[in-house]
């Protein structure tokens, strides 16, 4: 019985990538709901993640709440007003 829990937990792990690719995907799709043209997806997410240096720089932890998260995105959108639609 120990062994099919063991399995399972295997199973139900998420990788670091898996976690990765899921987290860029959830970013393209907050900067789309912030008003980031579809095309431009991939652009604004490289400029969001530049950007995080920019608005904090060595400051900056690692862990972002939902303050500075939405900081960082204005900052891109002030930056490269182009990224988003009018």
Request: hydrophobic share 40%.
């Amino acid at each position: 019985m120990a062994k099919n829990n063991q399995n399972t937990q295997h199973e139900d792990d998420v990788t670091l990538e898996e976690m990765s690719a899921v987290l860029q995907e959830m970013l393209r799709a907050a900067l789309y709901f912030a008003g980031v043209k579809k095309s431009s997806l991939d652009d604004a997410a490289d400029l969001y993640l530049d950007a995080i240096d920019d608005v904090f720089g060595e400051e900056e932890d690692g862990m972002l709440g939902i303050e500075e998260i939405i900081k960082v995105v204005e900052h891109v959108k002030k930056e490269n007003p182009e990224l988003f639609a009018k």
